[in-house]
């Protein structure tokens, strides 16, 4: 009964290619995340999306987009890959009023 | 400025000490939340505990405790008696209470072995 879960987990590509990750939660929150966890380990949000409405949308490449057809789920679609995009994302769930995120198990995407 | 600081990059420990995981924050708000997740070596982040600002009550559970000061704008977790399983990186994180955004603004995380 997995909360929220992400797939694929690993994705190994090409420079140029584009790759989506799929995040679904099966919790009943309103808000969805994604966060992005580089090499040294640092994590910073990506984008946020609350009962389907885009709320956070940091400094990311526009090569990323976000998508999230219902509140239960929020994919994440990377055009023209490049090798810095080569890091571990993690989709998160959280109900706005109670803050505390769960999150997926991480897709680590390698691009060669 | 909003941030979270996690001094201490790596840890190692024998097995059955105490360690003291350290979390400095600064932020403007005096509504703000403050968190504690795990990432064990599988890779997952595993939310452990969140604390408001206005409740400065400490908590334990079980080998677990966190120690918040908003005096030193501390937010410290200690494990009692380590066990190998707790090897992890450990991350302190805050939100803001004027994002309305439950963005996470995360430390840089500290890495604990728990050695045998």
């Known amino acids: 009964d997995t909360a929220v879960s992400q797939t694929p987990k690993y994705l190994v590509t090409q420079m140029g290619n584009d790759k989506s990750i799929k995040c679904e939660q099966n919790?009943?929150?309103?808000?969805m995340y994604w966060y992005k966890q580089d090499s040294k380990k640092f994590l910073k949000i990506m984008f946020s999306?609350?009962?389907?409405?885009?709320?956070i949308n940091e400094t990311v490449p526009n090569r990323f987009s976000p998508k999230s057809p219902d509140k239960a789920h929020l994919n994440l679609h990377i055009n023209s890959l490049e090798l810095g995009d080569s890091a571990v994302y993690f989709c998160?769930?959280?109900?706005?009023?109670?803050?505390?995120?769960?999150f997926g198990q991480g897709t680590r995407l390698t691009v060669v | 400025a909003q941030k979270v600081t996690q001094a201490q990059t790596e840890i190692s420990v024998v097995e059955k000490e105490d360690v003291t995981l350290d979390c400095v924050y600064e932020?403007?708000?005096?509504?703000?939340?403050l968190f504690w997740y795990k990432q064990p070596p599988s890779g997952e982040l595993v939310f452990l505990i969140r604390?408001?600002?206005?409740?400065?009550q400490n908590e334990i559970s079980g080998r677990y405790s966190w120690n918040f000061q908003k005096s030193t704008s501390s937010f410290n977790f200690t494990i009692t008696a380590s066990q190998v399983v707790d090897s992890a990186v450990y991350f302190c994180?805050?939100?803001?209470?004027?994002?309305?955004?439950?963005?996470?603004?995360f430390g840089q995380g500290t890495t604990l072995q728990v050695k045998p």
């Open positions: 998160a769930s959280s109900q706005l009023d109670r803050l505390e995120a769960f």
């Open positions: 919790l009943g929150h309103d808000t």
């Open positions: 999306y609350n009962n389907k409405e885009l709320i």
């Open positions: 932020t403007r708000d005096t509504t703000y939340y």
């Open positions: 604390r408001n600002s206005f409740d400065e």
């Open positions: 994180a805050l939100i803001f209470g004027s994002s309305n955004t439950g963005k996470l603004i």
